[in-house]
């Protein structure tokens, strides 16, 4: 079955560090791979997606490229800032079932000024 | 345009009671998905619905828990007799049609159970 891991949290960085959030998948098929944040108290929110191999999404200074030969979809931003402490959820949809989307565990970033 | 609605935000309930939980799409979205977030836990998918079908259940509980997305009112879900253990946050997220159909879900707020 579907699967997607994810580092483990809680990431602590000071504003404007460097972002690294990993999350590899194993899936059947050509799975679309999806960011998704949740902030206090709020529900999830789509932050970028990415749909085929090599594809980069991007939104609000993040990235993550699409990698089939590592089955991984990074999420990466130059310079944090305390507005984005959050949760994170690397997601996967593979199209196949109805059972939308399979997330991972999430991992959850704190800012410090 | 409004968004994902969902009602109540915070429900508490003690053992054996019912629990109800309500959710209105967005607008033109026939596509309605319930996930349960348990404390430091992913989300997990529990029921797909479209208008008066339940297109996937599998990750519901078998007893107690239902849900239905009538032709008419917003898509709810039952839990009958809670325990401690259905303490979490259950959001619900729509979709476009079936032609729309990404993986791109819209989610609500979510609704925050505490069992006592």
């Known amino acids: 079955g579907n699967s997607v891991t994810q580092m483990e949290g809680p990431v602590t960085l000071s504003e404007e560090a460097f972002l690294t959030i990993n999350c590899t998948y194993t899936a059947t098929g050509y799975p679309s791979l999806f960011w998704y944040v949740q902030y206090p108290g709020e529900g999830l929110q789509l932050l970028l997606k990415a749909t085929k191999a090599d594809d980069k999404g991007s939104n609000k200074g993040f990235e993550a490229t699409y990698r089939k030969e590592t089955t991984s979809f990074h999420l990466e931003k130059g310079s944090v800032q305390v507005s984005d402490s959050a949760v994170y959820f690397c997601a996967l949809y593979s199209g196949g079932g109805a059972d939308g989307l399979t997330f991972g565990k999430g991992t959850h970033l704190i800012i410090q000024p | 345009n409004a968004g994902v609605m969902q009602n109540p935000r915070h429900l508490v309930r003690r053992r054996g009671q019912e629990a109800r939980l309500r959710c209105s799409p967005m607008k033109g979205h026939s596509h309605v998905y319930w996930y349960r977030q348990l404390p430091e836990e992913g989300l997990k998918f529990m029921v797909y619905l479209q208008k008066e079908n339940i297109i996937d259940e599998s990750g519901m509980p078998k007893e107690r828990f239902s849900a239905e997305f009538p032709k008419e009112g917003p898509s709810i879900l039952r839990i009958q007799q809670v325990v401690r253990g259905d303490s979490a946050a259950y959001f619900c997220?729509?979709?476009?049609?079936?032609?729309?159909?990404?993986?791109?879900?819209?989610f609500g707020e979510g609704s925050r159970l505490t069992v006592l």
């Open positions: 997220a729509s979709s476009p049609p079936s032609s729309g159909r990404t993986g791109e879900l819209f």
